[in-house]
């Protein structure tokens, strides 16, 4: 007995030292990371990584989409300047557009200073007698303007008009604008827009989280009358709002289902030690897994955090199998050795479907698995070696609700027909319209929340900023050899656009030629001498005067002295900006990025880029990529899971023994997965990645479940108490996953469904499968 | 496209620009002055102008009409040698030539801004505006008065000395323009005869 207290005191010793030091862990260095892309697919191939940082990370993550409305237009006009203003000032945005044209002076007298090597159209042939004649005669017009006292410097220094031509090509047309006293403002008039690109990473959600507060703050200072409304929007924006309501969600969530759990455990035990000991093992376990997984990975996320805890909160069955199976004047350490060879294999063939999930390529879902399985098996060891200990002296009573559990276990095995009538209406949903069941969608995987996505894409609509369907990928070792490539597509990207097939596009080479086509356009540059004679024979007969293009000659001379411009002279400017948009490094080179407006044939428009055989060229489909990356993902994971419940029927075939308990375990685990597959296509959600590893969790709870209904039951008091322990377990999974199915986060939810389903149709049909097991033992 | 953004470019070009001013006058004589060009709803004259370029041998002459309507529109339609219209309407420049129609936002080129204010604040009796962005200097005798103007703004003072309204009562006669290079620019201004207004509008 001393020795057993003593034991008994060490265990109690060395389990309360590890949850200090896990707990001390984690108060000190748990840091939970909200990147939105860690639950994407790892990409495999170049264009699919560009794509998905395109996606996550790229510039476009990084910018804010404001508009402003319910004011007059001259107010709205008013309050979105000075909204602007602030933003720009708080210098926590690289750029704040408001459709505004004009470039910062730097970038302006960059563009000045280079405009003959900058030039898109530059030739050797703009410096010829009859090009320059004609360009003297159109200065001559322009000096009828009224604002002629500037322009006519402009028709002295530049009468090629390489300036006007840079401007053309880089700016935007400014068709799909309009602008009132300097603010951008929608045809209607009844909204205006702001576009604010942050200096933060698009995935810094922290300092996301402080720009939304920026935002508010210089929207409200803006605000003079209080009357003006601020929508907001953009990736950056969902990224927060979706924080902040996992977090939300997780608070009131986590209250209620926790509050459901308690009251079914009182209910089910009637002693409140008794439940606070039966959580013991869930909030070690929970301790434990965001330790591992923390340590693992540096940092966790929130929805493995989120997710995870609720996964690993069905090992709450574990204790309750063990107080359950208790009888009455027992303590917990005598059945243990009942209870725990039948939950030792239906916790490891459970872990061993987590375990697949290791191997994926999906950051987010090993972490979860990581998480499930350290999460699971400390529940299991903690329920085994410190629970039973823990109480070794304490003797049970018997629990109660054992006769309702026995009523609803019969009543519902009288229902087993409701599995299979779900199956099948799954199945003819799925035969009426396959494409239903599993879902190809990316965003489908995003935690966004639906109506702020909805919101998004009517804003771009309304801005004209439509997502691009289609972009060109030009790879090359360096930034000159990517560029060099570029400007080789430019004859196939003009043919488009004459064929009318092709709007517009935009790409680095229209904003920054390429050193070699600078260096041939200053090599070509005449002479001082030459450029002197042509000008004197061009300006015979125009009353221009002799040293009228001095400004030109000396700046023609000036460039035949210049180096070449390259990224680093826009640094910092609206148009470096632009063109890091353009460009993305990449550890093996630079991919240059193309992308296009009103392509109307993309098909024709691929086979007219293959005929012309550019190497390191790529033409992608965004919507077809994306869908076929989530399907091999999804596919993938599919493969994996139907691989392991091959294994864990084998594994149960030779740790069972007995062909008629692996039928009767089997049946409801397999019917109870399908069964949860089977419910969210009637509800009319198509699969996706969370809704196959919700499905592992169920074969897990099924297992669990079906193991303990078929074991071998010594007498009818044992096999009450079977029911009993599963009827709470069943209860308490099905009200916290019903409870979690009423979540706003999509991810949140279709787990909710999922195992809501899966664990009340697994105490549903093991009941079913094992009811002449109840007979047979009861007769007994 | 030829036209495209011939002024944005102008915008950029004159991003490469500074210059120094500094200037007094009488501010009760320019205020009545003002008050009584703020009673004018709409007027339109024609104008002959004559600029004289150091890059060329000869002046350029142009004419055609002047039309000014409160608050914040004025016109200038060049008849001859070139037809081409440049209206200022709220803060856009709107031309015309050959057919197209080009829109400038002047709040992206504050320069251009400034010195078109110059125009319609006098036009419009806008004393504030005017004085905003100019340094005024008001002499009268009489009717006959002088509104001498220079910029406040230091790279527009790099293109324009001054500029100068003469005129009598609430008519302006004349404006003339002195760049800081010595160029110079002067517009007479002369009474429309009605026939000749409706001959304008449509043309």
Redesign the interface.
């Known amino acids: 007995m001393l020795i057993a207290r003593n034991r008994r005191g060490w265990l109690i010793a060395v389990w309360l030292a590890v949850f200090v030091a896990v707990a001390i862990l984690l108060l000190t260095g748990l840091r939970i990371d909200s990147d939105l892309g860690a639950f994407l697919p790892r990409a495999r191939t170049v264009s699919q990584a560009a794509l998905l940082r395109e996606l996550e990370a790229g510039p476009a993550a990084r910018v804010w989409l404001l508009a402003v409305g319910e004011e007059t237009p001259d107010r709205l006009a008013a309050v979105s300047r000075r909204f602007a203003e602030h933003l720009q000032a708080s210098g926590k945005f690289t750029t704040v557009y408001t459709g505004?044209?004009?470039?910062d002076?730097e970038t302006?007298?960059v563009?000045?200073a280079y405009r003959y090597l900058l030039d898109p159209d530059g030739s050797a042939s703009k410096f010829s007698v009859p090009e320059l004649r004609t360009a003297f005669e159109?200065g001559l017009?322009?000096?009828?303007?009224?604002?002629?006292?500037?322009?006519?410097?402009?028709v002295?220094?530049?009468p090629t008009?390489a300036?006007?031509r840079i401007?053309?090509t880089i700016?935007p047309p400014?068709t799909s604008l309009r602008?009132?006293?300097?603010a951008w403002i929608s045809s209607d008039e009844s909204q205006t827009y702001l576009l604010a690109e942050s200096v933060a990473d698009g995935t810094d959600i922290e300092a996301q989280e402080q720009i939304a507060a920026t935002i508010t703050a210089a929207f409200a200072a803006a605000n003079d009358s209080d009357d003006a409304v601020l929508l907001v929007s953009g990736p950056p924006a969902f990224a927060v709002a979706t924080k902040k309501r996992i977090q939300r969600e997780a608070l009131t969530l986590s209250l209620g289902s926790t509050a459901i759990l308690v009251a079914i455990l009182l209910l089910a035990f009637g002693s409140a030690s008794r439940v606070l000991l039966i959580s013991v093992p869930l909030a070690g376990a929970v301790l434990i897994a965001t330790a591992v997984t923390s340590v693992a990975w540096g940092s966790i996320h929130g929805i493995s955090l989120a997710f995870g805890a609720t996964l690993v909160g069905v090992s709450l069955d574990y204790p309750v199998h063990l107080v359950s199976h208790t009888r009455p004047g027992e303590t917990l350490a005598q059945s243990v050795s009942r209870v725990w060879p039948t939950l030792r294999l239906g916790v490891l063939t459970t872990l061993l479907g987590f375990a697949a999930m290791l191997t994926t390529d999906f950051p987010g879902i090993q972490q979860l698995a990581v998480f499930s399985i350290s999460g699971l098996l400390s529940a299991a060891l903690l329920t085994r070696y410190l629970l039973a200990p823990l109480v070794a002296g304490r003797v049970e009573r018997t629990p109660r609700l054992q006769g309702t559990a026995n009523s609803v276990a019969h009543v519902l095995a009288m229902v087993w027909w409701l599995p299979p009538v779900v199956v099948i209406g799954g199945l003819a949903l799925t035969w009426r319209d396959p494409s239903a069941l599993l879902s190809s969608r990316i965003d489908a995987l995003s935690p966004a929340p639906p109506n702020l996505v909805a919101q998004d894409r009517a804003l771009r609509t309304t801005m004209g900023l439509d997502e691009p369907g289609y972009v060109l990928l030009v790879q090359g070792d360096t930034m000159n050899a990517m560029l060099q490539r570029q400007e080789a597509l430019r004859p196939t990207l003009h043919q488009a656009i004459i064929d009318e097939s092709l709007r517009g596009y935009d790409m680095a080479a229209l904003v920054l030629p390429s050193t070699a086509l600078q260096r041939t356009r200053r090599d070509e540059l005449p002479d001082d001498e030459t450029l002197r004679a042509r000008i004197d024979t061009a300006r015979q007969g125009l009353?221009?005067?002799a040293d009228?293009f001095r400004a030109f000659t000396d700046d023609v001379a000036y460039t035949r002295t210049l180096g070449e411009v390259d990224q680093s002279a826009f640094a910092g400017t609206l148009l470096g900006t632009r063109l890091d948009s353009l460009v993305r490094r990449e550890d093996d080179g630079v991919v240059g990025v193309v992308t296009f407006t009103g392509l109307t044939e993309p098909e024709a428009f691929e086979q007219m880029l293959e005929d012309q055989a550019s190497e390191g060229v790529l033409f992608i489909d965004i919507q077809s990529s994306t869908s076929n990356l989530v399907n091999a993902y999804r596919n993938d994971i599919l493969l994996r899971s139907a691989l392991v419940l091959i294994l864990i029927a084998g594994i149960l075939a030779v740790a069972l023994r007995d062909w008629y308990r692996w039928f009767r375990v089997l049946v409801p685990v397999l019917g109870s997965i399908l069964t949860a597959a089977a419910l969210p296509g009637l509800l009319g959600q198509s699969l996706n990645v969370f809704h196959l590893v919700s499905l592992l969790l169920v074969a897990g709870i099924g297992l669990d479940y079906a193991l303990f209904f078929s074991r071998f039951h010594a007498d009818a008091v044992d096999f009450v108490a079977t029911k009993h322990s599963l009827f709470v377990c069943a209860s308490s999974t099905t009200a916290v996953f019903l409870v979690l199915s009423l979540s706003a986060v999509p991810v949140l939810s279709s787990i909710g469904v999922t195992v809501a389903t899966g664990a009340a149709s697994a105490f549903l049909l093991s009941a079913f499968m094992n009811r002449s097991n109840d007979n047979a033992k009861t007769h007994a | 496209m030829i036209s495209g953004r011939r002024v944005l470019a102008l915008s950029s070009f004159l991003a490469s620009f500074a210059g120094s001013v500094t200037c007094a006058h009488d501010a009760a004589g320019l205020r009545v002055l003002m008050e009584s060009l703020a009673t004018v709803d709409a007027s339109r004259v024609a104008y002959r102008e004559t600029k004289s370029m150091d890059i060329l041998d000869s002046t350029v002459e142009q004419s055609g009409f002047l039309a000014f309507a409160a608050p914040a529109t004025v016109i200038r339609e060049i008849r001859e040698p070139v037809v081409e219209t440049y209206a200022i309407v709220g803060n856009a420049m709107h031309v015309t030539r050959e057919g197209r129609e080009e829109r400038i936002d002047l709040d992206a080129i504050p320069l251009l801004r400034a010195f078109i204010e110059s125009f319609r604040a006098t036009l419009s009796g806008d004393v504030d505006l005017l004085e905003a962005h100019y340094h005024v200097d008001f002499s009268n005798d009489g009717p006959t008065w002088r509104l001498g103007l220079q910029p406040r703004n230091r790279r527009l003072a790099g293109f324009i000395e001054s500029i100068e309204f003469t005129g009598e009562d609430i008519r302006v006669d004349r404006i003339r323009i002195s760049e800081a290079n010595g160029d110079w620019s002067l517009m007479i201004l002369s009474p429309v005869e009605q026939d000749n207004s409706r001959d304008v509008d449509s043309p």
């Open positions: 505004q044209t004009a470039l002076d302006q007298q563009l000045f159109n017009e322009k000096l009828h303007s009224p604002v002629s006292p500037f322009e006519k410097q402009l002295t220094a530049d008009g300036l006007q401007l053309d700016l400014d602008r009132r006293d300097g009353p221009f005067r009228a």
